[in-house]
């Protein structure tokens, strides 16, 4: 299949959901699916071809801490869903992240993002690079003025998330892109929360785009993975350094995430609709203080996100009005999630970001992000809505009367 740059609809997308990156006739013994290749190595007798084949003179696999055959189907397909010249895949999304930095920031350098990125995100940019003498500024996410002031000032990377975990705060990709690039900058994009269903930042100006596959991507909650899409020159330098470091994508893990997005653009799909209708209920009840959820009209980033997403996506979080008893209330009442750290999965998963997205940061630097203890991050998963509102609507109503003011 051939990478189509054009603006996509959500029929192509549900085509190359399934097709992009496979080629029945190439898989062994005319099998349908694609096969889970578990070889470590690759044979060659005529020892020039192997040469040729290991320094990627010619394709093929010699090892399959560097590439894979399973493993390149699943990257194959993220590169065409994102529109990308090439793509690379990692054993977790941290691992994405974590590499894509590292193999691009050297000491002395800077990088500026935002203060809401994903806990695991902000402990690089406060507590490792520090060690690595790699400078982090951290603005705040919406104030793109900010933003645009600090990059103007020198740096190597510019690095956004958006929606962001957990607070759902929507950047202006576009036009910090432009800002980036006229300082030079790498702009890197973490879109997990939106997928490639509802957004390509490539599309918007981005240089690289980085997905957690453990959520979305996979959809079913059995896998681990991560991938990052972008031009050749800048991701060569991340499969370098991944192919060293050694934080390879197993391939039955490679395996489910080819699975699992077969239904991508479907789930994704359902999970837009039903995370919106529960947006409006949870607006209109009397025990939420407040809803984040850029389909909201209501949202601070609204116009954004519909300028530069195709759906708002499956995830939204809600403030409780009370404290954090009443989330150890509320959560178990729940009959229809799992209580647990993860999202993006067919399931509806919740919790706490202070055992989920921001576990690695103390309450007082959750307060400083803006990220009260009593919010419960929601991912809704493909069940029917009006199920997941009857099963929100008894666990709210018990909780009240438990934690009345």
């Not at 529960?278 to 025990?287: D, G, M, N, Q, V």
């Not at 970001?353 to 992000?369: D, F, I, K, L, N």
């Amino acid at each position: 299949m051939k990478n189509n740059k054009e603006e996509k609809n959500s029929s192509s997308f549900s085509t190359m959901s399934i097709w992009a990156g496979e080629d029945s006739k190439d898989f062994w013994q005319r099998s349908t699916q694609a096969p889970v290749v578990h070889s470590v190595a690759f044979g060659y007798q005529d020892l020039d071809e192997w040469y040729e084949i290991a320094i990627h003179q010619k394709p093929g696999h010699i090892y399959s801490r560097n590439t894979n055959p399973t493993v390149a189907i699943f990257e194959e397909k993220l590169r065409l869903l994102e529109g990308a010249e090439a793509a690379t895949s990692f054993s977790t999304g941290m691992a994405a992240i974590s590499n894509t930095l590292f193999a691009h920031l050297s000491p002395g350098e800077r990088v500026v993002s935002v203060k809401d990125t994903y806990g695991g995100t902000n402990e690089i940019f406060l507590n490792f690079f520090p060690r690595f003498k790699i400078d982090a500024t951290l603005c705040d996410t919406t104030d793109h003025e900010a933003i645009e002031k600090e990059v103007a000032k020198g740096c190597k990377v510019l690095y956004l998330e958006s929606p962001t975990n957990p607070t759902l705060k929507v950047v202006d990709l576009e036009r910090l892109a432009k800002a980036g690039h006229k300082a030079g900058a790498i702009v890197v994009v973490d879109n997990t929360f939106a997928t490639p269903i509802n957004t390509n930042p490539l599309q918007l100006g981005a240089d690289l785009v980085i997905h957690s596959g453990t959520k979305f991507l996979g959809g079913h909650a059995d896998a681990l993975a991560g991938v990052v899409c972008g031009s050749k020159k800048l991701v060569e330098p991340i499969f370098r350094y991944r192919e060293i470091t050694g934080a390879t994508l197993h391939p039955m893990s490679a395996y489910l995430m080819i699975r699992g997005m077969k239904t991508l653009a479907l789930r994704i799909q359902q999970q837009n609709e039903n995370a919106l209708t529960i947006a409006r209920f949870l607006k209109s009840h009397p025990f939420v203080q407040d809803v984040y959820y850029p389909g909201l009209e209501t949202h601070k980033n609204h116009e954004i996100a519909k300028k530069q997403m195709r759906g708002f996506g499956g995830v939204l979080s809600f403030i409780l009005d009370s404290d954090f008893d009443a989330v150890r209330t509320f959560l178990p009442r729940l009959q229809y999630a799992h209580v647990a750290a993860n999202l993006g999965s067919v399931e509806t998963v919740a919790g706490p970001p202070r055992t989920t997205s921001h576990v690695e940061v103390t309450p007082e630097q959750r307060a400083a992000m803006g990220i009260p203890e009593s919010l419960i991050r929601y991912s809704v998963g493909i069940e029917d809505v009006n199920m997941l509102i009857e099963d929100l609507t008894q666990a709210l109503d018990y909780t009240s009367k438990q934690h009345k003011k």
